[in-house]
C-alpha cells in the first residue's frame, strides 16, 4: 500500500490550518530564516532576501536530474522560487537566485502556487518538489492548505540550502514529507565566505537536527519505488575541498545515524562571481577526478549505509549503489565507470 501524504492528516484535523497562520505570523517581523531580519513582510517590506508577502515562481516542471527515487518514471514536480538567503558566489541559478529585480514580475498569489503544485500531480509527477523553499517556508504552506483542499496528495520534498529555521521546521513537521537539505560548508567561516551568511554550520546544524527528528533515518517507499517520506542529505563536492566533506559525513555518523541517505554530487562548475572574481579562485575551476573520488571513498569510510551519488563524467546522472548486498560491496563504487 502506498503511503498517504503526512499533510493530509494534518488537514484533516485542522492542524495544517493551525500551522499555516503560525507560519505567517513570522512573516510580520521576520523570522523565517536564521537570519532573522525582522521586516513585515506582510506589509511589503523585503527582508536580505528581497522577497514580501506572495511567493516568486520562477518556473515548474517535471523534473529529471533529481535522484532517483525522486524521480521515477514520470519526474518530479518541481517547483522553483525566485530569490533566495543566501548569496553563493557560486549559484548555478543565480539568475533566479540573485536577480530580484527581475524576480518581481514573477510573484503569483498562492492560489496559483496551488494550481502548479495540482497541475504537476496532474501530470503524473511523483512529487512537489519545492526548490530554494526556505524563504517561502509560509507562503508554500499556505499553498499546500489551499491545493490539499482541492486533491492533491502526492509527497511534498523540501529542497533547501539548509540555512533554516528550527521553528519554521518544527511548523512543517508532517507538511513535509521528504526534506532533501545540501549541507553545504562544515565550517561557518567558509560560509560567510561564499554564501554570505553567518553562522552557517552552526544553523543548518540544528536544522538537519530537527529534520531528523521528525524522519529518523527510515526511507519509505512507494510500490513503485519512489520515495515517499525521510530525510537525504546533499553533498556538493566543491574544488580545495572548501565544502568540508569529510567533517559533514563524520557529524552525520555521529550526531545522526550512519543510516542516514547521503547524496554525493559531482556537478560543480565555476559560474557566477567564482567564474571571474580573483578572491573565489580556490572555486574557480570543477572538481578534479581525484577530488572526486576521495570524496566517494569517504562513504565507506565512515560506513554510511544509504544513498546516491553521482557519476563524475555525466553530473546530471545518478547511480545507487546496492550498500547492503554482500555481493556488491561498497568499495566497488569507487570503480564505478573509474579509469
Known amino acids: 500500500m502506498t503511503p498517504r501524504a503526512s499533510y493530509l492528516e494534518l488537514h484533516a484535523t485542522g492542524e495544517l490550518a493551525r500551522r499555516v497562520t503560525a507560519l505567517e505570523r513570522l512573516l510580520e517581523a521576520c523570522t523565517v530564516c536564521p537570519l532573522d531580519c525582522g521586516n513585515n513582510r506582510l506589509r511589503g517590506e523585503l527582508a536580505r532576501c528581497y522577497s514580501g508577502a506572495l511567493p516568486v515562481v520562477s518556473s515548474y516542471t517535471a523534473h529529471f536530474g533529481e535522484e532517483p527515487a525522486l524521480v521515477g518514471t514520470k519526474g518530479a514536480g518541481n517547483i522553483f522560487f525566485g530569490n533566495c538567503n543566501l548569496r553563493c558566489v557560486y549559484c548555478q541559478n543565480y539568475q533566479i537566485s540573485q536577480a ?18 495540482l497541475e504537476l500531480q496532474a501530470r503524473g509527477c511523483h512529487n512537489v518538489n519545492f526548490v530554494s523553499p526556505t524563504h517561502f517556508a509560509p507562503q508554500l504552506a499556505r499553498a499546500v492548505l489551499i491545493a490539499a483542499g482541492r486533491g492533491l496528495n502526492v509527497p511534498v520534498v523540501y529542497n533547501t540550502n539548509a540555512y533554516d529555521s528550527v521553528e519554521v521546521l518544527r511548523l512543517l513537521d508532517r507538511v513535509v514529507d521528504v526534506y532533501l537539505p545540501d549541507l553545504k560548508y562544515s565550517d561557518s567561516g567558509e560560509g560567510y565566505t561564499y554564501s554570505k551568511v553567518p553562522h552557517y554550520a552552526e544553523s543548518a546544524r540544528a536544522a538537519l537536527r530537527e529534520m531528523y527528528r521528525q524522519t529518523g533515518d527510515e526511507l519509505v517507499f512507494a510500490p513503485d519505488g519512489t520515495l515517499r517520506r525521510g530525510l537525504v542529505v546533499r553533498l556538493l563536492v566543491l574544488p580545495n575541498d572548501v565544502a568540508g566533506v569529510r567533517e559533514s559525513l563524520g557529524w552525520i555518523r555521529d550526531e545522526l545515524s550512519p543510516r542516514v541517505a547521503v547524496s554525493l554530487m559531482a556537478q560543480y562548475y565555476a559560474t557566477n562571481k567564482a567564474a571571474t572574481d580573483p578572491r573565489y579562485a580556490l572555486l574557480s575551476r570543477r572538481v578534479s577526478e581525484g577530488e572526486w573520488w576521495r570524496a566517494v571513498s569517504l562513504l ?5 549505509e544509504e544513498g546516491w551519488m553521482q557519476e563524475y563524467d555525466g553530473a546530471s546522472h545518478y547511480y545507487r549503489p546496492d550498500f547492503t548486498d554482500p555481493e556488491t560491496p561498497f568499495k566497488d563504487v569507487r570503480d564505478f565507470q573509474r579509469p
Open 100 to 117: 530580484h529585480k527581475e524576480q518581481v514580475k514573477n510573484e503569483v498569489t498562492h492560489e496559483r502556487l496551488a494550481e502548479m503544485m
Open 300 to 304: 565507506e569510510r565512515f560506513g554510511m
